[in-house]
């Protein structure tokens, strides 16, 4: 028997197979595009492995209360076609004898960075991906931490350089963090690509004061012990330590932390968190059975 790991992705969705030892025996990227495309694609995949259980983090919101109706699907997403899909009952049905164990995408990566990346030996973590959007997942004492819902960090309000007069990406709020901060924005401000800016263009600064001051909200309100950020935006090697300084500007030393380079990382697992944390789910979920 095996378990398997699903990132789903707006863009793409990771699936890998592993065996009970978390020893991966197969990967494979599959497009998001219809529902019942990718989902075909999906249990095409993962047919010839009998699995255990399945962990999936998943583009969202998404419904994880289990006394809800809407377990296990896609809330308000903006990816066309996705909305209100029942993901996990798409799945149950497909595998009734595998456990699904279903959350963020962000919460797997932090939960994969707390295991085996960044927070190793920690007991709690928050992860936060800056790329197409922003968003943080959030491990506290060894566990997911959701409640009505699950944080949505990406979407909390900044409050505004006295220079920064752009409108924001947002479709809901146009000027919460994502909208003012996600890799979007630095085309909407700039009218060029994040991967082609160069390192000394200004709009770097703002960058880094709204992910800065997206940390210091963080660390006041939840204090967990490391904070990781990941995501196709900070492949800008310069734009960690801009972050860090933005951090200890605005935080004014009020609230004491570890050192900024231990307290605040890149992710040790690039592009592998949630995967990671995917499959780490499903394998604990076996070994409480
Ligand atoms: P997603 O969030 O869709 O999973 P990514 O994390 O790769 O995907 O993020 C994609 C975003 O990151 C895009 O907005 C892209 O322009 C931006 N991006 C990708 N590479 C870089 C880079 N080297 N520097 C700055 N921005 C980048
Ligand atoms: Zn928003």
Request: proline residues 6%; contains cysteine.
């Given at each position: 028997?095996?378990?398997g ?8 969705m ?33 047919a ?17 209360d ?38 963020t ?25 800056v790329g ?19 944080p949505?960090?990406?979407h ?17 709020h146009?000027d919460?963090l ?54 196709g ?16 500007q ?7 932390t ?15 968190s ?16």
């Amino acid at each position: 028997m095996y378990i398997g790991g699903i990132e789903a992705g707006g863009t793409k969705m990771i699936c890998a197979v592993a065996d009970e030892a978390m020893m991966v025996v197969d990967q494979i990227s599959i497009p998001t595009t219809t529902p019942t495309e990718t989902l075909t694609a999906i249990f095409d995949f993962f047919a010839p492995y009998p699995m255990k259980a399945v962990g999936v983090g998943s583009f969202g919101p998404i419904g994880i209360d289990p006394q809800q109706a809407n377990y296990g699907h896609i809330l308000a997403t903006p990816k066309a076609g996705w909305q209100q899909i029942d993901l996990v009952g798409a799945l149950s049905s497909q595998w009734p004898d595998t456990a699904i164990i279903w959350t963020t995408d962000v919460n797997a990566a932090a939960y994969g960075e707390l295991r085996l990346g960044a927070a190793q030996g920690k007991n709690s973590c928050v992860y936060m991906t800056v790329g197409t959007g922003i968003g943080a997942g959030v491990v506290r004492e060894g566990a997911l931490f959701q409640g009505i819902g699950h944080p949505e960090i990406g979407h909390t309000f900044v409050k505004r350089h006295p220079e920064d007069h752009y409108q924001g990406t947002c479709p809901y709020h146009h000027d919460c963090l994502e909208g003012l901060a996600a890799g979007p924005s630095l085309e909407g401000r700039t009218g060029i690509k994040g991967q082609d800016l160069p390192a000394d263009h200004a709009v770097w600064d703002l960058q880094a004061f709204y992910i800065g001051q997206a940390l210091v909200n963080i660390t006041l309100t939840l204090a967990p012990e490391k904070i990781i950020i990941g995501g196709g935006v900070m492949n800008q090697p310069h734009l960690l330590t801009k972050i860090k300084d933005a951090f200890v500007q605005q935080m004014a030393g009020y609230m004491e932390t570890p050192p900024v380079d231990d307290y605040i990382a890149a992710w040790a697992l690039p592009n592998q968190s949630g995967i990671t944390g995917c499959l780490l789910l499903a394998q604990e979920k076996v070994g409480q059975k």
